[in-house]
């Protein structure tokens, strides 16, 4: 393996994936609260090496043959961040108490699976990121393409799981009711501003 190229990779996987967005907020979240954490993070790291892998081998066809797809997920992303943002602004109004272990209510398996999915999926930054700009990026190693994939899947696994586990020291924080109201009203403003964001490039 030519390690140089698989460092390369994993750094510039890990500069784009380490900005605040819907779905790092999403894994934060269900961190803080050890709720589905390492199916979160596995659901995210999958999706990312999926993605890359795509854009490493498929880029070209794929805007070829779909060139309807940008406005597609550009509008069906945006609606779904506005409503996850409402979401976490309710929360926010709404909510009294902190963080007690053993307390907190678990929205089930298959409703945070499917909230985590369409993070990922419907949102248009990820393909940019991971499709557009790892795909283009990898065509300057020919021959080790999937070298330097391997590296910025690499990154995606090691963040998200650091993201997710690493949450727990934050827990003592967010025993505290005002520590969930600030999140929740982050969560909000990240999610309005992404959406405004895909809204306006359309």
């Not at 900005?19 to 709720?35: H, K, P, S, T």
């Not at 043959?65 to 979401?87: Q, S, T």
């Not at 976490?88 to 298959?110: D, K, M, Q, V």
Request: proline share 4%; glycine share 10%.
């Amino acid at each position: 393996m030519n390690f140089p190229i698989y460092f390369t990779g994993m750094m510039m996987g890990l500069s784009l994936i380490v900005a605040i967005g819907a779905q790092n907020a999403f894994v934060l979240r269900q961190g803080l609260r050890r709720e589905h954490v390492f199916a979160v993070c596995l659901t995210c790291g999958l999706s990312d090496a999926i993605l890359i892998l795509i854009g490493v081998t498929s880029l070209g066809q794929i805007t070829a043959m779909l060139p309807w797809i940008d406005p597609a997920m550009r509008f069906a992303g945006a609606a779904f961040l506005v409503w996850y943002g409402a979401r976490s602004l309710y929360a926010a109004l709404r909510s009294t108490n902190g963080l007690t272990i053993g307390h907190e209510h678990s929205p089930g398996f298959w409703p945070t699976f499917s909230t985590c999915l369409a993070l990922t999926w419907l949102n248009p930054h990820v393909y940019l990121d991971t499709v557009v700009l790892l795909g283009t990026v990898a065509t300057r190693f020919p021959g080790d393409e999937m070298v330097f994939a391997a590296g910025a899947m690499s990154a995606s696994f090691l963040f998200f799981f650091a993201l997710g586990y690493g949450a727990t020291w934050l827990r003592p924080i967010f025993a505290r009711p005002s520590a969930w109201r600030i999140l929740d009203l982050a969560i909000a403003a990240v999610m309005w501003m992404i959406a405004g964001k895909l809204l306006r490039g359309m």
